[in-house]
């Protein structure tokens, strides 16, 4: 096997775990993950040196960007329903309250912070993912953060009715 | 908050829980978080949910491999998954055709009405939207194939010329015939190494010749000018700037003649090499 062909299997893994966090749906995420190595084998003359792992998150990146468009998704639609009180086992449990604040975030934050704290990549590598400056990257970050700490803090819309 | 004059910056905040703070700065943020509880505070709850994403989702990593996605796997089954991806694909056109034709209703409804250049617009970043999506089917009729210009061409009924991206790192994926408002409208896309997709449509309307105009709908734009009785519209992600070059260079290519004058040019340095 070559050593492009051996890198890009390297990657997966990692690839199928950035695509579940993005998409909360393991065959979705396979799906992305596939069609990401599909194309990656497919261009493989199209790739000048780099680092494939970068240029992996990209295309899948923007794979599941072309997959939301298509869906023309509303985000918030289904995560502010009734049953989004918190759980009494504390906000840790099961992950689940983590799964839902993510769910929250705008498409391009949250490939930031997943990317950044799941993936380990540098800011600098994911400002190439996401085709933007450093500091979009940065204000992403910091949004994301932001609006997940205030979403565990328990400044849920449900919340602030009954107050 | 950090106050004014502060040594530390927010973003440095970031990088020292994220191990991407220069190695001489960390006992001068560590030092601040000393004597700034709330901004400790926010850096652990952001520890916090780092550990809880990957606590989350981390195992995932472990997980075997499964077969479908194996390299070795992908490459030998490669003839018979273009023929189930057809299939697929056929599929996928009539679902997406469905939702798109409905989503037309609800995102669309700022289609100028009256213009037929601005409707044709709309039509081809509905089409941008419809077929970008597409993984493996993403044209009807591939550039290598020989028919491809002649075909299109005569069912628009004019000498079609595509224009050539390659400066932007777009590669011509081929083309699609489609329904227009206004008539038959042909479809190019192009992409480049990242997936990152452009279309580039046509369509006959109307004898007069119009600016560039720019439309927006969610993440995505385009760049309609009319031509000798055709409307060409570039689409691609919503990025002005990048969209503006694009069109020049194809206005001036299809028109095989210097840059548009004056009043657009103020937008951008025209592109070297082009």
């Known amino acids: ?163 | 908050m950090i106050e004014r004059e502060s040594p530390v910056t927010e973003d440095e905040l970031h990088a020292f829980i994220d191990g991407q703070l220069p190695a001489e700065r960390s006992a001068a943020v560590e030092a601040w978080l000393a004597s700034h509880p709330e901004d400790a505070a926010r850096v652990a709850a952001w520890r916090a949910q780092a550990d809880a994403i990957r606590l989350r989702f981390g195992e995932t990593a472990n997980e075997a491999v499964p077969e479908r996605l194996k390299v070795d796997t992908l490459l030998r089954s490669g003839r018979k998954w273009r023929a189930i991806a057809a299939a697929v694909a056929a599929f996928a056109f009539l679902v997406g055709g469905v939702s798109g034709w409905m989503a037309r209703g609800t995102t669309e409804v700022a289609a100028a009405a009256g213009d037929p250049a601005d409707q044709i617009a709309q039509e081809a970043l509905s089409a941008h939207k419809l077929y970008i999506a597409e993984v493996r089917h993403p044209i009807e009729v591939g550039a290598a194939e020989a028919h491809l210009m002649p075909w299109l061409s005569r069912r628009l009924g004019t000498n079609l010329r595509i224009p050539d991206f390659s400066h932007f790192d777009l590669k011509l994926l081929g083309g699609r015939l489609l329904p227009g408002p206004s008539g038959t409208a042909a479809l190019f896309m192009f992409e480049n190494g990242n997936g990152d997709r452009v279309t580039f449509y046509c369509s006959k309307a109307g004898p007069q010749q119009m600016a560039f105009r720019y439309l927006q709908s969610d993440n995505v734009a385009a760049i309609r000018w009319v031509e000798s009785g055709y409307t060409f519209v570039v689409s691609g992600n919503a990025d002005k700037a990048r969209l503006k070059e694009l069109a020049r260079a194809a206005y001036e290519q299809l028109e095989n003649r210097a840059p548009p004058p004056t009043n657009r040019s103020s937008a951008e340095p025209a592109r070297k090499g082009t």
């Open chain 1, 1 to 163: 096997m070559s050593s492009f062909r051996h890198d890009v299997e390297g990657t997966v893994p990692a690839l199928r775990r950035y695509a579940r966090a993005l998409t909360r749906d393991t065959e979705l995420a396979d799906d992305l993950v596939q069609d990401t190595l599909v194309r990656a084998l497919r261009s493989e003359h199209l790739f000048h040196g780099g680092d494939i792992r970068s240029w992996l998150f990209t295309i899948l990146t923007n794979l599941n960007r072309n997959r939301l468009r298509s869906l023309a998704r509303r985000p918030l639609t289904a995560s502010l329903d009734d049953n989004d009180a918190p759980d009494s086992a504390g906000p840790e449990a099961g992950g689940r309250d983590i799964e839902r604040a993510l769910e929250l975030l705008v498409d391009d934050q949250k490939q930031a912070l997943l990317l950044v704290v799941l993936e380990g990549l540098s800011y600098r590598e994911v400002a190439d993912v996401q085709g933007v400056p450093i500091g979009t990257v940065m204000s992403r970050l910091a949004r994301a953060r932001a609006q997940i700490k205030s979403y565990l803090d328990g400044e849920r819309p449900a919340l602030r009715r009954v107050k």
